[in-house]
């Protein structure tokens, strides 16, 4: 299957939209009605890149669009990142999927996200979902801002993967005749092909994709493209991070020792800094490393994984006891207020530190947790929250 499917009957009307989100008509209008004031703005400084993140309304709708309408939908396999999915679908799929290529083409979407309009947006709902104009519409309404898709929206990345719906799965399907693999994760594309490709071919390929893009109001970003060759002396020929000349992804060879490192250190300040919280973040950030080495199932993650299960970062008595006034804090609060995000998002951090605190003050935080979860009764998760 080349092509994005939706197996299931059309949203006929604006009371149907409304029963499938599970929220009465008259509030998914005021919903939508006020969509331009219902996001938080900011800045991410170390990737210059301006978020914009749904509030509280907004963005509990816009997660159940993802989970009763975009996560019906039947994903071809080119399409790698951001889907729920009972296949894997991640960096490292994406990845396999050109793993011992000879020709490698690494393109990229210039501001994907921010160039895809509204009227694209609008197109996906009513051709791809055949929906009819008026659910089309609102929708299209509750999933953008200022006319197009937002960095943040919790939605976008859905509106990512299936703004190419009528003309990507042409595209694959007439590479594959020419034997090029074609993937894309969000707004990274690779081709690749098992033959060395000379520039002229590579070339007409990028032209295609180009060719996709420009009929979207999308441009390529020419700093991104790169065309590489198997066992051409260079520190590149990766897909989404990963070293691909081999059968399976991988990570180089500079990249484990500097993991194995991170391991060493924490070893080494274990027993001296185990409560600073310098050696939490240390060991926060060496574990994500490890989880790498994990999902790439390298052999030495485990022996890796079980080192820093041995230097685990704890709390001292002061934080022991900030933790036991925090507790007896929470436990105050009403049960009629156990239900808001805020709380729920409280409690959930204040089990997971109690967590932590068993590490040093195992009798403590055992007392702690019971009261908190006989006084939070039936709390639901993040997750739950945002779905019921």
């Known amino acids: 299957m080349d092509k994005p499917y939706y197996p299931f009957n059309a949203i006929a009307s604006i009371d149907a939209l409304a029963r499938t989100l599970g929220i009465h008509p008259k509030l998914l209008c005021s919903i939508a009605d006020k969509v331009e ?27 159940r669009i ?90 976008s990345s859905y509106l990512a993967n299936l703004v190419f719906f009528n003309s990507e799965y042409r595209l694959v399907s007439a590479f594959r005749g020419k034997g090029i693999k074609y993937s894309r994760l969000l707004d990274d594309v690779t081709l690749s092909s098992e033959k060395n490709l000379d520039s002229t071919k590579c070339t007409n390929l990028i032209k295609y994709v180009v060719a996709m893009f420009k009929s979207y109001e999308l441009r390529l970003n ?36 500097y993991i194995r490192q991170l391991v060493y250190n924490c070893d080494l300040q274990y027993n001296d800094r185990k409560t ?5 973040e240390l060991w926060n950030r060496t574990s994500g490393k490890v989880a790498k080495l994990v999902r790439l199932e390298h052999s030495q993650a485990r022996s890796l994984r079980e080192r820093l299960r041995l230097v685990l970062p704890q709390y001292d008595n002061n ?60 709390v639901p998760t993040k997750k739950e929250y945002w779905l019921e």
Not at 47 to 63: A, G, H, S, T
Not at 79 to 104: F, M
Not at 234 to 257: D, S
Not at 327 to 335: E, F, I, M, R
């Open 319 to 378: 934080t022991a006891y900030k933790l036991k006034k925090l507790t007896n804090k929470s436990l105050q609060v009403p049960k009629e207020h156990h239900q808001k995000i805020g709380r729920i998002r409280d409690y959930n951090r204040l089990i997971f530190k109690l967590g932590i605190l068993k590490r040093s003050h195992p009798a403590l935080a055992k007392v702690l947790i019971k009261k908190l979860k006989s006084h939070y009764l039936n």
């Open 37 to 63: 004031s219902s996001y938080s703005t900011y800045d991410l400084a170390n990737k210059n890149r301006r978020v914009f993140e749904p509030k509280y309304e907004l963005k509990k709708i816009q997660k």
């Open 66 to 155: 993802n989970s009763r309408i975009f996560e019906k939908v039947e994903y071809p396999l080119y399409l790698q990142g951001g889907i729920k999915s009972e296949v894997k679908r991640d960096y490292v799929e994406n990845a396999k999927i050109h793993s011992h290529a000879e020709t490698l083409i690494s393109l990229d979407i210039k501001k994907f996200y921010t160039n895809i309009k509204a009227d694209k947006v609008f197109s996906v709902f009513k051709y791809f979902f055949n929906f009819p104009d008026d659910v089309s519409s609102i929708l299209t309404t509750l999933t953008t801002y200022n006319g197009r898709v937002p960095q943040g929206g919790c939605t």
């Open 276 to 280: 600073n919280p310098e050696y939490h």
């Open 222 to 257: 020419t700093k991104k493209t790169k065309i590489e060759y198997r066992g051409k002396a260079n520190k590149g020929f990766e897909v989404t991070g990963l070293w691909v000349e081999h059968k399976k992804p991988k990570i180089r060879r500079k990249e484990r020792r």
